[in-house]
C-alpha cells in the first residue's frame, strides 16, 4: 500500500506514517536529550549535565497544563530537537533532525481523526506559526508517552501517527 500523500493548509507536503502496535521495549531511566529551553516565561533552560529525572517529571506533568519547549538530542541548543506545543486541549509534536543539511528530515505528530479538516489548532510552533488540527493531538496521555519516549530513546515513538515532511 502506497503511503498517503498530504499537502497542508501551510502548503507542504507530508507522507502519513501509521503508528505501530507493538512498542520496542526502551530503558525508561535512559536521557537522551542535551539541552532543553522553555520558550515561555520564564524562559529557563537546562544543560546536560542539569537535567535529570526530576526535570524530566516536571516536564511531563507539565504538558497537560500547557507547555512550549524545545528537547535537544545537540548539547548546543541548535539542532536535532523535538517540539512539544500544547495549550491544555492540542498538542503539537515536530521532531526536526539534521538542521540546515540535505539529510534535513520534519516530523510531526498526526491526528488521524482530523483528516480532511482544514482548520487550524490553537497551539502555535514557535509562538507564531499556526498548526493544522491533524498535525496536533488530543490525546495528550499518547503525546506524552510520545515525548518521553524521545527523551528515554532519541527517536520518534512508534504508537502514534507521524506525518514525515516531503
Known amino acids: 500500500m502506497e503511503p498517503k500523500i498530504i499537502k497542508t493548509l501551510c502548503g507542504m507536503e507530508v507522507k502519513m506514517i501509521p503508528k505501530q502496535e507493538n512498542i520496542p521495549d526502551f530503558d ?9 529551553e522553555y520558550y515561555d516565561p520564564p524562559y529557563s533552560s537546562y544543560e546536560a549535565d542539569e537535567i535529570t529525572e526530576e526535570v524530566i517529571s516536571k516536564i511531563l506533568e507539565e504538558i497537560p497544563q500547557g507547555l512550549n519547549i524545545y528537547l535537544y538530542l545537540d548539547p548546543y541548543g541548535e539542532v536535532d530537537q ?14 526536526s533532525l539534521h538542521g540546515g543539511t540535505k539529510e534535513e528530515k520534519n516530523y510531526y505528530s498526526y491526528n488521524p481523526e482530523y483528516a480532511g479538516v482544514e482548520e487550524f489548532a490553537h497551539v502555535q510552533s514557535g509562538g507564531q506559526s499556526p498548526i493544522e488540527k491533524y498535525l496536533a493531538l488530543t490525546n495528550m496521555e499518547a503525546g506524552i508517552k510520545a515525548v518521553e519516549y524521545f527523551i528515554r530513546t532519541g527517536k520518534l515513538y512508534p504508537g502514534i501517527d507521524w506525518a514525515e515532511q516531503l
Not at 525508561?28 to 532543553?36: G, M, S, V
Not at 517540539?83 to 498538542?91: H, M, R
Open 82 to 95: 523535538l517540539e512539544v506545543n500544547c495549550d491544555g486541549e492540542w498538542l503539537a509534536i515536530g521532531l
Open 28 to 36: 525508561t531511566k535512559a536521557i537522551q536529550i542535551k539541552h532543553i
